[in-house]
């Protein structure tokens, strides 16, 4: 007989209320020294010898006997191969799902504007876009072509040159579906590397590998460490926690819809965390009812459980007005707003990844197809991060044109502020535009 999930209750009246939710929410990325020490070694092996240093630890860490660096890269011949070799529905689907990505991110894109001012100096933003971008998408059979969409699609609306994308195929594992993704979404290049040798790959650039501007996608430990590492030297996305699901309701969704909900995210990893805001403490009973219910019968079942006992929770709140306090506190990655009139709620969010509205908006629908990215922030970092967009990859230049007479006036300014820090060079170049 299967054991009862023993899923925390928490009621956000109790005294010690903040001491418990920052404890369920407590999670650190951090590597350690083990991790650190032979993810820096593997870079300085890749900076080192390049190409060479990827063919040994595609050997050693993916079980794959390659000769050379040819036997790494795969022809754009080959991705269009996969879209033949995936079935009709599945083919079907990521067309369907990438139009819907790329519809939603072209509204995002930014041009450049400018404004002249009444004496004809000239000032504006150029937005540009980066010249070349490094998507990871991990390998194997647990592989994500629906990453694949949501990381290069806003990057070619963004008019990003050339999308390279790196993905291992530990023991010859292929996946077709995501290969099929790289093609429709317009990726420039593959090679089937990764790890933390595939990031100082697209970091430092290699023979065969070309330097990439930002690097982009969800890996493992060694991956997320090896961003750390090369960013400043390439922009990266983020370091990425957890994936999460906060659910608020008012008492009046079907609770079989809510624990599905809650296991979406929790059949992810077994870190994963779902929690559930109601004020209604017989509707978390009933809620409390289907998890039980209902986890027998998920596939990932092992993992959904370990995730709600270690991480999930069912919290108790007086009112919405304090599930709304409670939600901007735990600024998850998922918030669905699963109540009769979520319109009225939204101007008290602040803090959210993505935010899905009413009872029929499943979190699922933003990971797949609905439109927006589902690359979002983790941990809390929505306190202070966006989701991925076309913004990530386009960089804005200020432009400066100033007309004789606006130099005058601005080097006075310049002058006086100059010499107030002691930077005269600052104050004499200014002056020498001043007229007399």
């Known amino acids: 007989m299967t054991a009862p999930i023993a899923i925390r209750r928490l009621n956000a009246t109790d005294a010690d209320f903040n001491r418990y939710l920052d404890h369920l929410l ?29 063919v040994d630890l595609t050997r050693r860490f993916d079980a794959l006997d390659v000769a050379s660096m040819a036997d790494l890269i795969l022809p754009r011949e080959r991705l269009e191969l996969a879209l033949q070799r995936i079935t009709p529905a599945q083919r079907e689907a990521l067309e369907i799902a990438a139009e819907r990505v790329r519809s ?26 980066l010249d070349r971008a490094g998507l990871y998408v991990p390998g194997g059979k647990a592989s994500y072509p629906s990453s694949v969409l949501m990381n290069a699609i806003p990057a070619k609306v963004a008019g ?6 790196v993905v291992p195929t530990p023991r010859g594992e292929i996946n077709e579906i995501v290969l099929a993704a790289a093609a429709i979404a317009g990726v420039d290049r593959v090679f089937t590397i990764g790890g933390a040798q595939a990031v100082a790959a697209l970091a430092y650039g290699t023979e065969s590998v070309p330097p990439v501007d930002k690097i982009v996608g969800p890996g493992n430990i060694y991956v997320a460490t090896a961003k750390r590492h090369v960013f400043g030297k390439v922009g990266i ?52 009812a289907s998890i039980e219910r209902l986890l027998p019968t998920l596939e990932r079942e092992a993992i959904a459980r370990t995730s709600l006992a270690g991480r999930g929770a069912l919290i108790q709140v007086s009112d919405m007005q304090q599930a709304m306090e409670v939600a901007n506190r735990i600024a998850p990655e998922h918030l669905e707003l699963s109540v009769a009139d979520p319109q009225q709620w939204l101007p008290y969010v602040r803090h959210a990844g993505a935010i ?24 809390g970092t929505a306190r202070f991060s966006s989701p991925l967009g076309v913004y990530d990859f386009q960089k804005r230049s200020s432009i400066i044109h100033c007309s004789a007479e606006g130099a005058s006036v601005l080097g006075r300014t310049a002058s006086v502020l100059a010499r107030g820090e002691s930077l005269t060079a600052h104050a004499r170049s200014a002056e020498y535009r001043i007229k007399g």
């Open 160 to 165: 990003v040159l050339e999308v390279v994308m």
């Open 237 to 288: 996305d983020m370091i990425a926690g957890p994936s999460e699901i906060l659910v608020v309701c008012d008492g009046q969704t079907d609770p079989d819809w809510i624990a599905m909900d809650l296991f979406s995210q929790a059949e992810h990893d077994e870190d994963a965390q779902s929690i559930l805001v109601s004020p209604d403490a017989e509707f978390l009973d009933r809620v409390a």
């Open 356 to 379: 899905f509205m009413g009872r029929y908006t499943a979190e699922a629908l933003g990971d797949y197809c609905a439109g927006p990215n589902h690359v979002l922030p983790t941990s």
């Open 104 to 129: 939603y991110h072209e509204k995002q894109r930014q041009d450049s504007w400018s404004y002249t001012e009444a004496d004809g100096t000239v000032l504006g933003q150029k937005v540009t876009p």
């Open 26 to 54: 407590s999670w650190e990325s951090v590597s350690d020294d083990g991790v650190n020490q032979r993810v820096l070694e593997i870079i300085a092996d890749v900076r080192s010898r390049g190409d060479a240093a990827l």
